[in-house]
Protein backbone atom coordinates (compact mmCIF):
# COMPACT_ATOMS: atom_id res chain seq x y z
CA UNK A 1 0.00 0.00 0.00
CA UNK A 2 2.03 2.96 -0.96
CA UNK A 3 0.69 6.84 -0.45
CA UNK A 4 -0.43 9.27 -2.58
CA UNK A 5 3.58 10.45 -4.43
CA UNK A 6 3.30 14.03 -3.15
CA UNK A 7 3.99 16.71 -5.94
CA UNK A 8 4.41 20.29 -4.27
CA UNK A 9 7.84 21.43 -3.63
CA UNK A 10 7.17 24.31 -1.94
CA UNK A 11 8.72 25.08 1.13
CA UNK A 12 7.05 24.48 4.81
CA UNK A 13 5.44 27.16 6.87
CA UNK A 14 5.49 27.25 10.74
CA UNK A 15 7.75 25.95 13.72
CA UNK A 16 9.08 22.87 15.14
CA UNK A 17 10.36 21.65 18.44
CA UNK A 18 14.22 20.88 18.49
CA UNK A 19 16.73 19.39 21.16
CA UNK A 20 19.78 21.57 20.65
CA UNK A 21 23.33 21.14 22.35
CA UNK A 22 24.52 25.05 23.89
CA UNK A 23 27.62 25.64 24.75
CA UNK A 24 28.15 25.57 28.24
CA UNK A 25 24.50 23.35 28.84
CA UNK A 26 24.70 19.46 30.55
CA UNK A 27 21.57 18.75 29.08
CA UNK A 28 19.76 19.34 25.41
CA UNK A 29 17.76 22.67 25.67
CA UNK A 30 14.09 22.02 23.99
CA UNK A 31 13.34 25.38 21.03
CA UNK A 32 10.76 26.26 18.90
CA UNK A 33 12.42 26.88 15.89
CA UNK A 34 10.96 27.73 12.13
CA UNK A 35 10.92 24.98 9.90
CA UNK A 36 13.86 25.00 7.98
CA UNK A 37 13.78 26.36 3.85
CA UNK A 38 16.26 23.75 2.00
CA UNK A 39 19.11 26.20 0.42
CA UNK A 40 19.67 25.53 -3.56
CA UNK A 41 21.95 21.99 -3.01
CA UNK A 42 20.12 20.51 0.31
CA UNK A 43 16.90 18.91 0.67
CA UNK A 44 14.51 19.06 3.68
CA UNK A 45 14.05 15.91 5.34
CA UNK A 46 10.45 14.87 7.94
CA UNK A 47 12.57 13.31 10.77
CA UNK A 48 10.75 9.91 11.94
CA UNK A 49 13.03 8.62 14.61
CA UNK A 50 16.56 9.90 15.53
CA UNK A 51 19.13 7.94 17.62
CA UNK A 52 20.93 8.52 20.96
CA UNK A 53 24.55 7.94 21.22
CA UNK A 54 27.40 7.88 23.68
CA UNK A 55 28.85 10.40 21.85
CA UNK A 56 25.68 12.63 22.75
CA UNK A 57 27.14 11.73 26.16
CA UNK A 58 30.71 12.70 25.44
CA UNK A 59 29.30 16.39 24.43
CA UNK A 60 27.51 16.96 27.32
CA UNK A 61 29.85 15.89 29.95
CA UNK A 62 32.94 18.05 27.88
CA UNK A 63 30.17 20.53 27.49
CA UNK A 64 31.03 22.63 30.80
CA UNK A 65 34.76 22.35 30.75
CA UNK A 66 35.92 22.60 27.35
CA UNK A 67 32.59 22.22 24.84
CA UNK A 68 33.93 20.60 21.54
CA UNK A 69 31.55 23.01 19.56
CA UNK A 70 31.33 26.42 20.43
CA UNK A 71 28.23 27.32 19.13
CA UNK A 72 24.44 26.33 19.04
CA UNK A 73 22.93 23.76 16.99
CA UNK A 74 19.81 20.84 17.16
CA UNK A 75 21.40 17.42 18.41
CA UNK A 76 20.93 13.86 16.12
CA UNK A 77 23.55 13.00 14.32
CA UNK A 78 21.76 9.44 13.44
CA UNK A 79 18.08 10.28 11.92
CA UNK A 80 15.51 8.41 9.48
CA UNK A 81 12.76 10.44 7.65
CA UNK A 82 10.88 11.01 4.42
CA UNK A 83 12.01 13.58 2.21
CA UNK A 84 9.58 16.53 1.85
CA UNK A 85 11.07 19.74 0.11
CA UNK A 86 14.02 19.72 -2.55
CA UNK A 87 16.08 22.93 -3.12
CA UNK A 88 15.97 24.56 -6.19
CA UNK A 89 19.44 22.83 -7.77
CA UNK A 90 18.17 19.75 -6.51
CA UNK A 91 14.83 19.80 -8.15
CA UNK A 92 16.52 20.69 -11.49
CA UNK A 93 19.14 17.77 -11.37
CA UNK A 94 17.05 14.71 -13.14
CA UNK A 95 19.33 12.04 -10.91
CA UNK A 96 19.55 13.70 -7.92
CA UNK A 97 15.65 14.57 -8.13
CA UNK A 98 14.92 10.67 -9.00
CA UNK A 99 16.86 9.07 -6.38
CA UNK A 100 15.33 11.68 -3.47
CA UNK A 101 12.40 12.35 -5.21
CA UNK A 102 9.29 14.03 -2.46
CA UNK A 103 8.27 10.75 -0.47
CA UNK A 104 11.89 9.14 -0.39
CA UNK A 105 12.46 7.17 2.85
CA UNK A 106 16.25 8.29 3.93
CA UNK A 107 18.53 7.35 6.24
CA UNK A 108 20.74 10.27 6.87
CA UNK A 109 24.72 9.49 7.36
CA UNK A 110 25.61 12.47 9.84
CA UNK A 111 29.18 11.80 7.71
CA UNK A 112 28.26 14.09 5.21
CA UNK A 113 31.14 13.59 3.14
CA UNK A 114 31.60 15.87 0.09
CA UNK A 115 32.23 13.40 -2.55
CA UNK A 116 34.46 15.92 -5.17
CA UNK A 117 37.05 13.93 -6.62
CA UNK A 118 39.44 17.05 -5.40
CA UNK A 119 38.80 16.07 -1.95
CA UNK A 120 42.18 14.02 -0.25
CA UNK A 121 39.81 11.82 1.46
CA UNK A 122 36.61 11.20 -0.31
CA UNK A 123 38.97 10.14 -3.44
CA UNK A 124 41.26 7.55 -2.04
CA UNK A 125 38.01 6.01 -0.32
CA UNK A 126 38.45 7.87 2.85
CA UNK A 127 34.50 9.55 2.64
CA UNK A 128 34.20 8.58 6.23
CA UNK A 129 37.22 10.83 7.27
CA UNK A 130 36.00 13.37 4.94
CA UNK A 131 35.71 17.02 7.14
CA UNK A 132 35.15 19.40 4.03
CA UNK A 133 31.52 19.64 6.18
CA UNK A 134 30.19 19.69 9.58
CA UNK A 135 28.98 16.07 11.06
CA UNK A 136 24.74 16.13 10.80
CA UNK A 137 24.00 16.61 14.23
CA UNK A 138 27.36 17.22 15.35
CA UNK A 139 28.11 20.71 14.75
CA UNK A 140 25.13 21.79 12.12
CA UNK A 141 21.92 20.95 13.00
CA UNK A 142 20.82 17.56 13.21
CA UNK A 143 17.47 15.35 13.87
CA UNK A 144 16.35 15.99 17.24
CA UNK A 145 13.40 17.68 15.77
CA UNK A 146 10.55 17.70 13.55
CA UNK A 147 12.66 18.23 10.26
CA UNK A 148 15.97 18.20 9.40
CA UNK A 149 17.97 19.86 5.89
CA UNK A 150 20.40 18.15 4.68
CA UNK A 151 23.08 17.80 1.40
CA UNK A 152 21.79 14.77 -0.89
CA UNK A 153 25.20 13.19 -0.55
CA UNK A 154 24.19 12.70 3.22
CA UNK A 155 21.61 10.75 2.57
CA UNK A 156 20.87 6.81 1.20
CA UNK A 157 16.97 5.82 0.50
CA UNK A 158 15.69 2.89 2.83
CA UNK A 159 15.60 -0.23 0.95
CA UNK A 160 11.35 -0.99 0.23
CA UNK A 161 11.04 2.79 0.67
CA UNK A 162 7.67 3.09 1.21
CA UNK A 163 7.47 5.11 4.12
CA UNK A 164 3.99 4.68 5.06
CA UNK A 165 4.59 0.58 5.32
CA UNK A 166 8.08 0.48 5.71
CA UNK A 167 10.00 -3.22 6.23
CA UNK A 168 12.60 -1.23 7.85
CA UNK A 169 11.16 0.72 11.06
CA UNK A 170 11.95 4.03 11.29
CA UNK A 171 14.12 3.19 14.90
CA UNK A 172 15.93 0.80 12.91
CA UNK A 173 17.04 2.94 10.36
CA UNK A 174 18.15 5.52 12.92
CA UNK A 175 20.07 2.94 14.42
CA UNK A 176 21.65 1.57 11.37
CA UNK A 177 23.11 5.35 10.44
CA UNK A 178 25.90 4.78 13.29
CA UNK A 179 25.23 1.81 15.87
CA UNK A 180 25.52 -0.77 12.94
CA UNK A 181 27.69 1.52 10.11
CA UNK A 182 30.30 2.18 12.62
CA UNK A 183 31.30 -1.50 13.36
CA UNK A 184 30.24 -2.42 9.48
CA UNK A 185 32.65 -0.12 8.06
CA UNK A 186 35.26 -1.21 11.02
CA UNK A 187 34.57 -4.69 10.46
CA UNK A 188 33.73 -5.01 6.68
CA UNK A 189 36.34 -2.56 5.58
CA UNK A 190 38.84 -0.27 7.64
CA UNK A 191 39.94 -3.32 9.86
CA UNK A 192 40.30 -5.77 6.81
CA UNK A 193 38.78 -8.49 9.57
CA UNK A 194 38.83 -12.04 7.74
CA UNK A 195 36.59 -14.80 8.07
CA UNK A 196 38.98 -17.30 9.18
CA UNK A 197 40.27 -14.63 12.14
CA UNK A 198 39.51 -15.23 15.99
CA UNK A 199 37.83 -12.23 16.91
CA UNK A 200 37.39 -10.36 20.10
CA UNK A 201 34.79 -8.04 20.60
CA UNK A 202 35.20 -5.76 23.50
CA UNK A 203 31.70 -3.46 24.61
CA UNK A 204 28.71 -5.03 24.21
CA UNK A 205 26.21 -1.84 23.81
CA UNK A 206 24.73 -0.52 21.27
CA UNK A 207 27.41 -1.15 18.59
CA UNK A 208 29.02 -4.51 20.28
CA UNK A 209 25.68 -6.51 19.31
CA UNK A 210 25.40 -5.27 15.96
CA UNK A 211 29.15 -5.74 15.51
CA UNK A 212 29.04 -9.52 16.93
CA UNK A 213 25.83 -9.98 14.04
CA UNK A 214 27.82 -8.29 11.65
CA UNK A 215 31.06 -10.72 12.32
CA UNK A 216 29.20 -13.61 12.62
CA UNK A 217 26.04 -13.58 10.33
CA UNK A 218 27.40 -11.25 7.78
CA UNK A 219 31.31 -11.79 7.41
CA UNK A 220 31.06 -15.36 8.84
CA UNK A 221 34.10 -15.09 11.35
CA UNK A 222 34.66 -18.35 12.52
CA UNK A 223 35.71 -17.54 16.50
CA UNK A 224 33.58 -14.08 18.05
CA UNK A 225 34.15 -14.12 21.63
CA UNK A 226 32.54 -11.18 23.37
CA UNK A 227 33.44 -9.24 26.19
CA UNK A 228 31.58 -6.95 28.59
CA UNK A 229 31.87 -5.97 32.87
CA UNK A 230 28.21 -6.14 32.39
CA UNK A 231 26.81 -9.82 33.26
CA UNK A 232 23.31 -9.39 31.41
CA UNK A 233 24.96 -8.31 28.39
CA UNK A 234 27.00 -11.13 27.98
CA UNK A 235 23.48 -12.49 28.03
CA UNK A 236 22.87 -10.24 25.17
CA UNK A 237 26.24 -11.26 23.13
CA UNK A 238 25.40 -14.67 23.32
CA UNK A 239 21.65 -14.54 21.94
CA UNK A 240 22.97 -12.04 19.04
CA UNK A 241 25.65 -14.82 18.12
CA UNK A 242 29.06 -14.50 19.73
CA UNK A 243 30.17 -18.10 20.14
CA UNK A 244 31.60 -17.17 23.72
CA UNK A 245 30.84 -14.48 26.09
CA UNK A 246 32.86 -13.77 29.24
CA UNK A 247 33.95 -10.86 31.23
CA UNK A 248 37.33 -9.18 31.02
CA UNK A 249 38.91 -11.16 34.35
CA UNK A 250 37.66 -14.43 32.68
CA UNK A 251 39.16 -13.96 29.21
CA UNK A 252 42.67 -15.53 29.49
CA UNK A 253 40.89 -18.37 30.97
CA UNK A 254 38.75 -18.75 28.20
CA UNK A 255 41.46 -18.40 25.83
CA UNK A 256 43.04 -21.16 27.71
CA UNK A 257 40.42 -23.64 27.66
CA UNK A 258 39.42 -22.81 24.30
CA UNK A 259 43.12 -23.00 22.86
CA UNK A 260 42.89 -20.29 20.89
CA UNK A 261 44.12 -16.11 20.73
CA UNK A 262 42.32 -13.45 19.42
CA UNK A 263 43.85 -12.30 15.74
CA UNK A 264 41.58 -9.24 16.33
CA UNK A 265 40.82 -7.25 19.29
CA UNK A 266 37.37 -4.72 18.01
CA UNK A 267 37.60 -2.11 21.02
CA UNK A 268 34.17 -0.29 21.19
CA UNK A 269 34.92 0.92 24.51
CA UNK A 270 38.49 2.49 23.68
CA UNK A 271 39.59 3.42 26.91
CA UNK A 272 43.26 2.43 28.56
CA UNK A 273 41.80 -1.00 30.58
CA UNK A 274 40.45 -1.79 27.16
CA UNK A 275 43.89 -1.01 25.36
CA UNK A 276 45.29 -2.65 28.09
CA UNK A 277 43.65 -5.96 27.83
CA UNK A 278 43.97 -6.11 24.10
CA UNK A 279 47.89 -5.80 24.03
CA UNK A 280 48.00 -8.52 26.68
CA UNK A 281 45.67 -10.76 25.12
CA UNK A 282 46.30 -10.64 21.70
CA UNK A 283 48.50 -12.89 19.46
CA UNK A 284 51.93 -12.28 17.75
CA UNK A 285 50.65 -9.97 14.66
CA UNK A 286 47.40 -9.10 16.15
CA UNK A 287 45.58 -6.48 15.77
CA UNK A 288 43.71 -4.11 17.28
CA UNK A 289 40.50 -2.33 15.35
CA UNK A 290 39.74 0.61 17.49
CA UNK A 291 36.45 2.63 17.29
CA UNK A 292 35.27 3.62 21.25
CA UNK A 293 36.32 6.66 22.35
CA UNK A 294 35.68 6.25 26.06
CA UNK A 295 39.29 7.71 27.12
CA UNK A 296 40.41 11.18 25.63
CA UNK A 297 43.70 9.79 26.05
CA UNK A 298 45.30 6.82 26.46
CA UNK A 299 48.82 5.30 26.39
CA UNK A 300 51.06 2.40 25.30
CA UNK A 301 54.41 1.51 25.59
CA UNK A 302 56.04 1.14 22.59
CA UNK A 303 57.97 -1.52 23.49
CA UNK A 304 55.27 -3.58 24.37
CA UNK A 305 53.40 -3.19 20.56
CA UNK A 306 57.04 -3.60 19.28
CA UNK A 307 57.77 -7.10 20.67
CA UNK A 308 54.01 -8.51 19.49
CA UNK A 309 54.52 -6.62 16.37
CA UNK A 310 50.90 -5.64 16.98
CA UNK A 311 49.50 -2.84 14.91
CA UNK A 312 46.11 -0.48 15.54
CA UNK A 313 44.02 0.71 13.37
CA UNK A 314 41.12 3.11 13.75
CA UNK A 315 37.79 3.34 12.59
CA UNK A 316 35.34 6.32 12.67
CA UNK A 317 31.97 6.37 11.11
CA UNK A 318 31.40 5.02 7.76
CA UNK A 319 30.92 5.88 3.77
CA UNK A 320 27.22 5.74 2.06
CA UNK A 321 28.14 2.65 0.51
CA UNK A 322 28.95 1.12 3.47
CA UNK A 323 25.40 2.35 4.90
CA UNK A 324 23.16 1.05 1.87
CA UNK A 325 25.15 -2.75 2.51
CA UNK A 326 24.08 -1.83 6.40
CA UNK A 327 20.63 -1.36 5.43
CA UNK A 328 20.15 -4.59 2.44
CA UNK A 329 21.40 -6.25 5.91
CA UNK A 330 18.56 -5.72 7.41
CA UNK A 331 16.15 -5.42 4.75
CA UNK A 332 16.90 -9.59 4.39
CA UNK A 333 17.13 -10.37 7.66
CA UNK A 334 20.46 -11.01 7.97
CA UNK A 335 20.91 -8.23 10.91
CA UNK A 336 18.42 -7.16 13.89
CA UNK A 337 19.67 -4.31 15.29
CA UNK A 338 17.29 -3.77 18.85
CA UNK A 339 15.98 -0.30 19.17
CA UNK A 340 13.69 0.65 22.03
CA UNK A 341 11.52 3.75 20.44
CA UNK A 342 10.78 7.12 22.89
CA UNK A 343 9.37 10.35 22.77
CA UNK A 344 11.92 12.80 21.81
CA UNK A 345 11.41 14.68 25.04
CA UNK A 346 12.52 12.10 26.59
CA UNK A 347 16.47 12.95 25.16
CA UNK A 348 17.56 14.24 28.56
CA UNK A 349 16.83 11.20 30.51
CA UNK A 350 18.31 8.64 27.63
CA UNK A 351 21.56 10.38 27.63
CA UNK A 352 21.56 9.76 31.77
CA UNK A 353 20.43 6.56 31.39
CA UNK A 354 23.45 6.25 29.09
CA UNK A 355 25.90 7.98 30.94
CA UNK A 356 25.01 5.52 33.43
CA UNK A 357 24.89 2.15 31.47
CA UNK A 358 21.62 1.62 32.51
CA UNK A 359 20.49 1.31 28.55
CA UNK A 360 21.35 -1.93 26.45
CA UNK A 361 19.36 -1.64 23.77
CA UNK A 362 20.07 1.34 20.98
CA UNK A 363 17.10 4.14 21.99
CA UNK A 364 15.22 6.06 18.68
CA UNK A 365 13.94 9.04 20.10
CA UNK A 366 10.30 9.84 17.91
CA UNK A 367 9.39 13.54 17.77
ZN1 LIG B 1 27.12 8.20 17.36
ZN1 LIG C 1 35.40 14.88 0.93
Known amino acids: MSAPAQTDNSPLSGTMTAYRFVPGKT?????????????????LVKVLAAGVCHSDVHLFMLSPIKPFHPHTYTLGHEGAGTVVCLGEKVAADPTLSQRFALGTYVAINPVNACQSPKCDSCS??????????????????????????????????????????????????????????????????????KPEDTLLIVGCGGLGLNAIQIAKRVLGVRTVIASDIREDSLALARESGADHAAAPTALRALFKEQKVRPDVVLDLVGKQETLDLAIALLRIGGKIVW?????????????????????????????????????????????????????????????????????????????
Open 124 to 193: RGLENACYTFPKVGLNMDGSWADYVKVRPNAIVPVPGNDPQSPRLLPGVVAAATDAVLTPWHAIMKTGGI
Open 27 to 43: EPVRDTLPIPTPDADEV
Open 291 to 367: VGLGDGTVTFRPLALGQKQISIQPSFGGDNASLEECLAAIAEGKLTPSVEERPMSDCAAVLHGLEKGEIRARVALIP
